[in-house]
């Protein structure tokens, strides 16, 4: 169920081979279970906060503070787990 999240979060390394320069290998290695499940359920709870946001803003007709700080610490514990992985 998650195999495309599993696909975009491996990590691919490019290798020339120092005998032949023009032979090039590509490694790709998979992603723990620990990050994919981390990213997906992140995503969940981004979209579920986005949903809440909307429904508060067409229910009380003003803008939720609170919502919108839980999706920008959603959003940077995305891009945290990310760029921790591919840094």
Same mark, same amino acid.
Request: charged content about 20%; aromatic content about 8%; proline content about 1%.
């Given at each position: 169920? #998650?195999?495309?999240?599993?696909?975009?979060?491996?990590?691919?390394?490019?290798?020339?081979?120092?005998?032949?320069?023009?032979?090039?290998?590509?490694? !790709? !290695? !998979?992603?723990?279970?620990? #990050?994919?499940?981390?990213?997906?359920?992140?995503?969940?709870?981004? #979209?579920? #906060?986005?949903?809440?946001?909307?429904?508060?803003?067409?229910?009380?007709?003003?803008?939720?503070?609170?919502?919108?700080?839980?999706?920008?610490?959603?959003?940077?514990?995305?891009?945290?787990?990310?760029?921790?992985?591919?840094?």
């Amino acid at each position: 169920m #998650l195999d495309w999240l599993r696909r975009m979060l491996a990590r691919r390394r490019v290798i020339i081979d120092d005998e032949a320069p023009r032979r090039v290998r590509v490694i !790709e !290695e !998979e992603a723990s279970d620990s #990050l994919v499940y981390t990213i997906a359920l992140t995503l969940l709870i981004l #979209l579920a #906060l986005s949903i809440l946001e909307a429904l508060y803003l067409l229910t009380f007709h003003q803008w939720s503070d609170s919502i919108f700080n839980g999706i920008m610490l959603v959003i940077g514990t995305v891009l945290g787990a990310l760029w921790g992985r591919h840094g």
